[in-house]
């Protein structure tokens, strides 16, 4: 580079992968406020609303709820190095590459981890979770909600009786299924749970919303040690501290609560972010960004099974927010999506793992559960598969999603709880 | 919260702290700009040319320039486990309370830790540091550069020289410093180095440059682990692996590397925001730049002591950008802060550990480095004195300061590299 580039100018695009997906203008707009200092009354007011919204979202009265600075794994991170002990046993029940990254980060975290796994497209029956629970006897059970690399949904109304049965802490990531699906962190018995902004949420990736229950503080707690520097005489100190000074949610906690111990310093911009996330769900309404949701993804289902596409997965598990079609014989998935995208400016995903080539993941989430959204990326993707010589109906994708969001679609599908 | 809150509406503040500071307002412009997919050929230029703009900060051909998402101990504590092996002999030369951070960051990391102290308000002599260098026999020398705390700059010109010598790594964290005092990543001969953009950059905090020179490359990538799930056949993988996944650096390299191998989701705003910081500098150029900073510096400097206040520390090795003065007997610091804040809209700082209760810090760092910024804060800082009953001298502040900016003002001091 001899020469400077200009300011920032990307590209129009329509975000109809698996995320990130397009963030709400407001939230854009909310990214760009002024910034204030690290202890400004408006600033830590704006810290404690941010939680007292995200309380909400995650339908919680769990004190501990707040950002961990960083993207989605950094909230994974954050709970399990703060939560697991070098040899605890943790069970990962795997049905996606997030499982897999579950199960990666115990690892890292020096936990003892088993695992069990279902076939890609497929959940776990709360059965054989318990039959796992019963025989590795964990002190951990971590399970990803909503998988994108599979688009499942994994069922977790009955695991919170099962772990509390068995005297097992119950963590889920729900970075992808959140704000476009149900979750109850109190009601369904969660001890931990993590999620990021750049899906159902609609913002940008980078701030972590977590929750943890009094129990999952008690350990943290547990484990406490502030840091040299800042220490004062009379805060104890740990021998098995955790490994992690970024991610020890239990400074992270001091620096949230009200001793508002220093840590590390917001990110005000994303804190400014997230909390827009939020309460843009709540202004709209949780039930009602849950039945967008539903009726952007059961659109967008008939819209490709109108196309003739054939949809992967159990379709009775599949999440509102991403549907993945198999990629139909003899087209090059990956230059499908490139005129898409150069075309169109419309983001569709590509795969992981044993999906790789086979798969296209399309989303309907967050701003972009919408209509307008929905049929553009249609009628785009029709013209797109015609010309790489695939037999598509005309008009049959926006047809049908026509139908569904004026009511008089089939119910394809409902969502699961 | 019975009802929903309104839409972020900060109060307008002029950030005269140790940071975060205020942000240049085409920075803020660049944190809204629409989202792309993470794998947009938009997104991956954009992350290759941020990539080279950083190069031109840190002043380094280190291929290895890049960012951790996160603030500034994110970067920190992803070069610290990323380079550290348990049992590790690391040595910190702890001038103030950022060197105590990177001694526990180190320890977290289970390495053996060596620390030397000097007072608060002085920095060592390279004789020091060689001389505890050649005691301890580390792996790694781990130095902040500007401790804000003290708000002294540590030299590292000759550093890199005894490091070499003696077979040592040499880590430096520049967030406080970077873009406002001299910085020569390779001409110091630094194998790692981070910052933030909160400081003299002028962004929010939130994303955390790092560089790393070959041979660091070369220790982070003898410790590879890819993560199941998207594990190939062939890819490597180290018993001795890095103890955490978010701050796997060799995965971050694969990340923004040609090999684009999926880890984070790359917090897009982000990364704009870091892009802008960037450009502004390298627009207006280093040497401007920082010629600012020394003339801001001085102008603040020269004002505090035009009041009649005392400035605490070596003011030969004080950063250009912020000042500690010390809090004039019978004023209780906290309430003068408060006014400031509340009546003018002008944050200055408070102080940490030995130093909490005695000293305020200024800032003049990145967008505030200005001449009205400077002059609206010693006048309003006047205007406070004089209510808490302080005799102050009526303009001594302004006075002087402005003599600095029109160049007729006493060279009272100057940066050293």
Redesign the interface.
């Known amino acids: ?1 001899t020469h ?2 200009g ?7 329509l ?1 109809m ?1 698996p ?5 709400y203008p ?1 939230v ?13 009354p ?1 600033m830590t007011a ?1 810290m404690t ?1 941010t939680q ?2 995200y309380r909400r979202v995650w339908r919680t009265r769990n004190d501990a709820t707040v950002l961990v ?6 909230g994974i ?1 954050a709970v399990m ?1 703060s939560l697991i002990r070098p040899g605890d046993r943790v069970l990962v029940p795997i049905f996606g ?5 579950l ?3 115990a690892e ?3 936990a003892e981890v088993h695992t069990i796994e279902t076939e890609w497209g497929q959940v776990f029956p709360d059965a054989v979770i318990e039959e796992a629970v019963e025989r590795v006897r964990p002190t951990l059970l971590a399970l990803v909600q909503g998988d994108t ?1 599979t688009t499942m949904n994994q069922p977790l109304a009955g695991i919170g009786e099962i772990c509390a049965r068995h005297g097992v802490l119950f963590y889920t990531d729900a970075t992808a299924s959140l704000g476009g699906n149900p979750f109850e962190a109190d009601g369904w018995g969660l001890d931990a749970a993590t999620a ?1 902004l ?1 899906k159902c949420l609609g913002g ?3 701030s972590a919303p977590v929750t943890l229950s009094d129990r999952a503080v008690e350990i943290i707690r547990s484990r406490k040690r502030i ?4 220490r004062e005489e009379g805060d104890e100190a740990a021998s098995d ?7 020890d949610l239990g400074m992270i906690l001091d620096y949230w609560g009200p001793r508002r111990l ?9 804190l ?2 997230a ?2 996330c939020a ?1 843009l769900l ?2 709209e309404g949780v039930d009602n960004v849950l039945a967008r949701h539903e009726r952007a993804g059961a659109a967008m289902l008939a819209g490709v099974q109108g196309l003739g596409l054939v949809v992967f997965g159990d379709v009775a598990h599949k999440m509102t927010n991403v549907v993945a079609v198999e990629i139909p014989d003899g087209v090059v998935g990956d230059a499908v999506r490139s005129d898409l ?1 150069e075309d169109f400016g419309i ?1 569709i995903g ?1 795969s ?2 044993p999906l790789h080539g086979r798969v296209w993941r399309i989303g309907t989430m967050g701003y972009n559960a919408r209509e307008d959204a929905v049929l553009t990326t249609l009628a785009a993707l029709e013209a797109v598969l015609r010309r790489h010589g695939v037999a598509v109906p005309a008009g049959g994708g926006v047809e049908v999603a026509t139908d569904v969001f004026r009511g008089a679609g089939e119910a394809v599908w409902t969502a699961h709880a």
């Not at 300011?7 to 695009?13: E, G, S």
């Not at 995320?19 to 963030?23: H, K, Q, V």
């Not at 840091?227 to 800042?230: L, P, R, S």
């Not at 501290?241 to 991610?247: C, E, P």
């Open positions: 580079m400077l580039p300011p920032i100018a990307p590209p129009p695009r975000l992968g995320g990130p997906i397009s963030a407001s854009l707009t909310a990214m760009s406020a002024p910034l204030v200092g690290q202890y400004d408006f704006t609303e007292e919204l600075d960083g993207t989605s794994r950094a991170e190095v590459r997030f499982g897999h990254l199960a990666e980060i890292r975290a020096l690399s990021g750049q940008p990736s980078g840091e040299a520097g800042i501290f955790i490994r992690s000074n970024y991610f220093n840590h590390h310093t917001e990110a005000t911009s994303m400014y972010g909390r827009e309460r709540l202004e995208l983001e590509t992981f793992g």
